[in-house]
């Protein structure tokens, strides 16, 4: 019986933890893939060049880790760290250490892809809901971060 508890426990642990929420949003570009990745920016501080919801970012180096803050115009900060960047394959990976969104255990990649017509912006993440938030909520906040950042980019990239 014992055994049997553990097994019952064991396999609610790995079914909460691979229900992850997720987020997606791809657009193309006419732009060159080098073009566009060029409007990213050349640093993990570059999303305050293109996203209409960021004011402003601090860019800082914590035991040996790159990490931003991010300031909202109308308030709200988002706390950040970049887990990988590379120019080479045009994709930065990071997470939320924390912040005003209704999420936890986020992890996002913002890539650009190489297609026939130019490129494709291609910004994904999985999370959970916040304590307190729906699944819902924390995927329409992230869907709306992923397409009004995305859609920038392309106009940005366009002139």
Not at 8 to 35: F, G, I, M, N, R
Not at 143 to 159: I, M
Request: proline share 2%; net charge negative.
């Amino acid at each position: 019986m014992k055994q049997l508890a553990l097994v019952a426990l064991a396999t609610a642990v790995s079914a909460t933890s691979a229900s992850a929420l997720e987020a997606h949003y791809s657009k193309q570009t006419t732009a060159t893939p080098d073009k566009a990745w060029a409007a990213v920016g050349n640093d993990f501080c570059g999303i305050s060049t293109w996203h209409p919801a960021v004011e402003k970012c601090e860019l800082t180096n914590k035991d040996g880790k790159t990490e931003r803050m991010l300031h909202l115009k109308g308030g709200g900060t988002i706390h950040e760290q970049l887990v990988s960047h590379d120019d080479k394959a045009r994709s930065m990976t990071y997470i939320i250490l924390d912040g005003v969104l209704p999420v936890s255990n986020y992890k996002s990649t913002l890539k650009v892809v190489a297609d026939d017509k130019g490129a494709t912006y291609d910004w994904a993440g999985t999370f959970d809901a916040k304590k307190g938030s729906t699944d819902d909520e924390s995927v329409k906040a992230i869907s709306g971060v992923y397409a009004a950042g995305v859609d920038a980019l392309v106009e940005k990239s366009t002139k």
